[in-house]
Every structure is written in structure tokens, then in C-alpha cells.
T-cell receptor, first 114, second 117 residues
Framework: GNSVTQMEGPVTLSEEAFLTINCTYT??????LFWYVQYPGEGLQLLLK?????DKGSNKGFEATYRKETTSFHLEKGSVQVSDSAVYFC?????????????FGTGTSLTVIP | GAVVSQHPSRVICKSGTSVKIECRSL??????MFWYRQFPKQSLMLMAT?????????EQGVEKDKFLINHASLTLSTLTVTSAHPEDSSFYIC?????????????FGEGSWLTVV
């Protein structure tokens, strides 16, 4: 089956600290991998994605590399800001005939303090 | 860019009543939309896949008679929670993709907070 296991939170960091949120997956076939972010009071937003092994997705200083050998897609950022405080979801998608079916991790709440 | 709009964003209803949540793709046609729910501190869970013009496909454990899904057009899917109970209180969110295939961006609605009192 398909599933995503994500590092549990909450995570609290000081501004400019290094961030890692671990994500591993199990999937049949070759999924695409995603990180979504949900800011307080808002809907989910795509943060970055990778569609094949060894691809690196990046956006807003965040990065994640699709590691097939370790079935992982860890999210990293070198220097977090207060504005990065949000809930982060790791997800994988497998193709459906007319769309993409997603499986999400539990979400990791990040709070960045000044 | 493509936008998916969900309405209402928050709704409070009395136990035993029904409530409808709409999911619209604003600038693209979505043959398939997906409905998820999220319990506090838990993951988003896929409830059902909504296919335009046909019956929805429900995930195991989801009561199809309680969570009615209608996908009447290529831009609108609705989720109706029938005879709602407090345990149905949750965050419901829909998603849609403008095209099928590997890794295509999927867009999410803003989500709907349902509180049953």
C-alpha cells in the first residue's frame, strides 16, 4: 500500500536555526513526492515537489531530495524565519486515471521564535 | 494560476441536520476531485474520489450514505454530511488537478471547518 510517515511535532526553533523535518514513504510503483505547507488560517499550499529519484525540489529556501534508496524526502532549510511558522505536510501522489491521488503524513507543526 | 474554491469556510450546524460543502475549480475543468478530512493533530485522510458524471469512490471505512458526494459538473463537487453528529466535526478539504499524470500540481481548496453542536 501507499503511506507516508512524518516526523512528529511540534517543533520549536529559534530564528536562523537549521530545520530538518523527516519524511519516509512506502509506495507501489513510482510516486511523486511533495511538501505542502499550511499557514495559520489558510489552506494548503504547495511548497515543493519532486517527480523522480534524485530530483531535488526547492522553494523559498526549503529543499528536499527524492531518495529512492532510503524511501525518504526530508525537508530542510538552512535558516528559518518567524514567517516559516506553519504546519508542514509530506505527501506522495500516485496517478489516477483522471487526476492524482494523494497520501499525506500527519503534519509537523513548526514554530519559529525570534 | 489554477484556483480551487471551497465554501463555506466555517459552518456550525445542529446535530441531526445536514450540511453541504462545495468545491469549485475556478479556472480549469477537473474531471476528478478528491475529498479529505483532518482530525485534530492527525493526518489528512482521503475520504473519497469524486468523478464527474459518475458515482464517487469511497475509501474503506467511510460511510457513503452519510457523506454524499455529487460531482455534477466539471467545475463543481459537493460533499453533504447527512444527519451530522458531533463526531463529524472536522476539517474537510477538497483538491483537484487540472490534468492527470505524474507529478502534476494539485490544487487544494481553503478547507471547511465543520462544527456540529
Amino acid at each position: 500500500g501507499n503511506s507516508v510517515t512524518q516526523m512528529e511535532g511540534p517543533v520549536t526553533l529559534s530564528e536562523e536555526a537549521f530545520l530538518t523535518i523527516n519524511c519516509t514513504y512506502t509506495a507501489t510503483g513510482y510516486p511523486s513526492l511533495f511538501w505542502y505547507v499550511q499557514y495559520p488560517g489558510e489552506g494548503l499550499q504547495l511548497l515543493l515537489k519532486a517527480t523522480k529519484a534524485d530530483d531535488k525540489g526547492s522553494n523559498k529556501g526549503f529543499e528536499a531530495t527524492y531518495r529512492k534508496e532510503t524511501t525518504s524526502f526530508h525537508l530542510e532549510k538552512g535558516s528559518v524565519q518567524v514567517s516559516d511558522s506553519a504546519v508542514y505536510f509530506c505527501a506522495l501522489s500516485v496517478p489516477w486515471s483522471t487526476g492524482n491521488q494523494f497520501y499525506f503524513g500527519t503534519g509537523t507543526s513548526l514554530t519559529v521564535i525570534p | 494560476g489554477a484556483v480551487v474554491s471551497q465554501h463555506p469556510s466555517r459552518v456550525i450546524c445542529k446535530s441531526g441536520t445536514s450540511v453541504k460543502i462545495e468545491c469549485r475549480s475556478l479556472d480549469f475543468q477537473a474531471t476528478t476531485m478528491f475529498w479529505y478530512r483532518q482530525f485534530p493533530k492527525q493526518s489528512l485522510m482521503l475520504m473519497a474520489t469524486s468523478n464527474e458524471g459518475s458515482k464517487a469512490t469511497y475509501e474503506q471505512g467511510v460511510e457513503k450514505d452519510k457523506f454524499l458526494i455529487n460531482h455534477a459538473s466539471l467545475t463543481l463537487s459537493t460533499l453533504t454530511v447527512t444527519s451530522a453528529h458531533p463526531e463529524d466535526s472536522s476539517f474537510y478539504i477538497c483538491s483537484a488537478s487540472s490534468s492527470p499524470g505524474w507529478g502534476n500540481t494539485i490544487y487544494f481548496g481553503e478547507g471547511s471547518w465543520l462544527t456540529v453542536v
